[in-house]
């Protein structure tokens, strides 16, 4: 089954259709759907967030959710993929990333999907900035980044 | 942030109504949503399916469930629950079970969510019959259930 369908690959300003991305991953063959979504909270580290914008090199970050989506289909035994990040501005509350994944038994679409968020916050050229209710924030790299924590081993 | 919520648990005969259930879990202090759905896939071991037909002992399944979710708010730190599962005909590519957990940060809402599906195929009182192309299902329990299990280690 592996291959055969086109994932769902996408960096968009517009809001996530999430009715639509569940829809893309509807297939007769699955008895599983796991679905993350990733929304803007209203807090960190004890600072009141109004929303996030992210940037991202676009022609880069689409090439490596279809790598991350091709390493998954390569340790997992799956059906439909998709992927979708929002730049810009993401109101708390509202989503900037969603993956969703069917696979004949569930163990699949529910590791898979773990693994593709996983990989997109460590290894995806997205980067964000959150907006405080005191003043302004400042781009950065995600935490889990490995290029940054590759930074932070070397000498 | 656990226990604050009171948990959607259901067991119903009606189509499961997935945006519902999706909107159920949002929270403006959530940064992950993670969702499970279970379907009715067309094929099992070589026969095609036409549909799943569930039971329950629905007053006993729905206590469990709210079991399963206070078990899971033990073990890992959410803000908002469903688990709610269809019985009676359910036709291929719709939805019989789905999970949906909110949480601060994802790792809580992806594992919590691997759990409490895990748990509901081991040991909630609902079952289901297989209904062939050509000719009739049994009832069974699910593979996976400890109570069955527990039966196979008797002497």
């Not at 929303?51 to 390569?74: F, G, H, P, S, W």
Request: glycine share 6%; proline share 3%; hydrophobic share 40%.
């Amino acid at each position: 089954m592996s291959n055969k369908c086109v994932d769902l690959v996408l960096i968009t300003p517009e809001p996530l259709d999430e009715s639509k991305v569940r829809s893309y991953v509807s297939d007769n063959t699955a008895g599983a759907i796991s679905i993350f979504i990733g929304t803007t909270r209203n807090h960190f580290n004890g600072k009141k967030v109004l929303k996030l914008e992210y940037e991202a090199y676009t022609a880069m970050a689409v090439k490596q959710l279809q790598e991350i989506c091709n390493d998954a289909r390569l340790k997992w035994s799956l059906c439909k993929m998709a992927a979708v990040h929002r730049i810009g501005e993401v109101p708390v509350g509202q989503p900037s990333v969603m993956v969703a994944i069917s696979s004949e038994h569930r163990h699949d679409a529910i590791s898979a999907v773990s693994y593709v968020i996983d990989a997109i916050k460590a290894s995806t050229t997205i980067w964000k900035k959150e907006v405080y209710e005191d003043g302004e924030g400042q781009w950065k790299a995600n935490k889990e980044c490995k290029w940054l924590n590759e930074d932070k081993g070397a000498p």
